[in-house]
């Protein structure tokens, strides 16, 4: 189990980096271009093939690899491997490109679908579609970056899959900073950075696959019954592991219809959210994933048992601070963050109260990476595609029910309810099939974490200044103070986990 931790911990740095980046390109973006009409364009048209990325790359398509590949690497052959690999890249390479191709041609099409409320707004609408034709091929290039990353991850290099998103937001940056003026419209340079990212994430993954002497070679007389196996668990996967994404794109919808700017403040209060959900949540999961799948073709359930224990530990301990801390400085950190020229006080207040919602769903948006990687991992994919629907049609209603008395807010509110609904099915689930059985000890842990948040809550909740001070503060003080506020907060924390006696050897399960 300490090298799941060390795994994790690989994993978690490289993301880190990698969300670092992400906050200063989202800093960049806002600060160039605010929440305005081409903002709102921009993020539908990086919205449809991003939600496609999570559906057919680190979403559906690893969690169908990712077991067969596990299953293939431990009981069969590196030759066999190999023709998996070039089989699977043919199949998905010729999908992605005819997807590509529709997508590119029905861009005006696909942006009255996702954003509806654009309709009637000529200048909006037609932006938004230009946008959408050069950002679609992203997910040509980022699906094939996940095939490959899906390879690095099973032959446990974490690292370089965990590093490779630095690449688009490096790119995002440079493009808004330098090549936005060069535009008539200088939104429109987001697109291409979107475009070229997705391009050099590919190319950066290559030496590596050489190193494993596992490159692609694209063929389709190689391994069929491997690629068909591949296929029968990813139709289901698409669906079941992309509810928080389907969520965030109803919200999108419905936040079209809505005064100009709540697409803007979802998105970068989502992005927030994302960063301790990136750092941690899909860094466990995707560590976890290989080593359950290894352990359900070897039939040690015990151990397959242990590994979920062990996950589900870390995000208790991790996800609950997480969320507190960002609903109790979530006006804080947008104003440190975001609040410079185009970004201005009345965009913190909103994007606050989003922030606020999204927070309150963390744990769950966590659980459900921890827990549905429990059911693909043993290719059962049926049971959270259940879950999946019954989780949708909930957020749909929460959505109708919430939107008129909170606005955009309750688009948010509503998505992290959903996500709880879906993380209870998936644990209840878990439980009846007996994939997963509790190891003793967790009422007495759960107790100790909830009265170390309770501390640490009245500190930051007594002494964090009011947001009007933050809006006066230059940037230099309002850095100065968030990092003492959020140190601050952890310091509280983890000492009181301390004195209660939870230590991390606590934490390490014996498999």
């Keep these: 189990m300490n090298r799941l931790f060390k795994s994790t911990l690989t994993v978690g740095a490289m993301t880190t980096v990698s969300r670092i980046f992400g906050l200063i390109r989202d800093v960049v973006i806002a600060r160039y271009f605010g929440a305005s009409m081409g903002m709102d364009a921009f993020i539908v048209a990086f919205r449809v093939p991003n939600f496609l990325r999570r559906l057919f790359a680190e979403g559906g398509f690893s969690q169908a690899f990712v077991p067969i590949l596990s299953e293939y690497k431990e009981q069969r052959s590196h030759e066999d491997v190999q023709a998996l690999l070039d089989q699977t890249s043919a199949v998905l390479g010729l999908a992605l490109f005819v997807t590509t191709v529709l997508g590119v041609l029905a861009a005006p099409l696909l942006v009255m679908i ?32 996940s095939l490959a990353g899906g390879v690095l991850n099973t032959y446990r290099k974490f690292a370089v899959p965990a590093f490779t998103p630095v690449l688009l937001n490096l790119s995002l940056i440079s493009c808004a900073i330098w090549l936005a003026p060069e535009f008539s419209q200088p939104v429109t340079a987001l697109a291409w950075g979107v475009l070229l990212g997705g391009i050099l994430q590919l190319l950066f993954q290559f030496p590596f696959l050489l190193r494993l002497r596992l490159f692609p070679r694209p063929s389709f007389k190689r391994d069929r019954e491997g690629v068909s196996r591949i296929v029968i668990l990813l139709v289901p996967i698409l669906f079941a592991v992309s509810i928080t994404q389907i969520n965030l794109l109803v919200d999108t919808i419905i936040a079209s219809f809505l005064v100009t700017g709540s697409i803007s403040w979802l998105y970068f209060s989502d992005r927030l959210v994302e960063f301790p959900l990136g750092v941690f949540g899909i860094a466990l999961a995707t560590v976890i994933l290989p080593n359950l799948s290894e352990q359900h073709a070897k039939g040690s359930q015990e151990s397959y048992s242990k590994t979920l224990d062990w996950a589900l530990r870390w995000v208790f301990i ?76 909930s957020n749909i209603f929460l959505n109708l029910l919430l939107v008129i008395p909170l606005a955009h807010a309750g688009l948010a509110l509503a998505t992290s309810l959903a996500a709880y609904i879906n993380a209870a099915l998936l644990y209840i689930y878990l439980g009846k099939k007996q994939h997963y059985v509790a190891e003793p000890g967790w009422y007495p842990y759960l107790l100790k974490i909830i009265i170390s948040l309770a501390v640490m809550s009245l500190v930051l909740y007594q002494l964090v200044p009011d947001v009007s001070n933050w809006l006066a503060w230059g940037i230099s003080r309002r850095i100065t103070e968030l990092t003492l506020w959020i140190g601050l907060g952890v310091g509280v924390y983890v000492l009181m986990l301390y004195v209660l006696g939870i230590r991390r050897s606590q934490m390490t399960v014996h498999l």
């Design 318 to 393: 991790i996800a609950l601070p997480s969320a507190i801390g960002l609903i109790l400085l979530a006006q804080p950190m947008l104003t440190t963050i975001f609040q410079y020229e185009q970004f201005s006080a009345h965009d913190v207040l909103m994007a606050g109260r989003s922030l606020m919602a999204y927070a309150v769903g963390l744990p769950a948006f966590i659980l459900i990476k921890v827990l549905a990687t429990g059911f693909f991992s043993r290719q059962d994919t049926r049971t959270p595609v259940k879950i999946g629907v019954v989780a949708m049609f």
């Design 114 to 145: 996702f954003a509806p409320g654009f309709i009637g707004d000529t200048i909006k609408q037609d932006l938004a579609a230009q946008m959408l034709r050069i950002t679609f091929p992203y997910i040509l290039f980022i699906s094939l970056t």
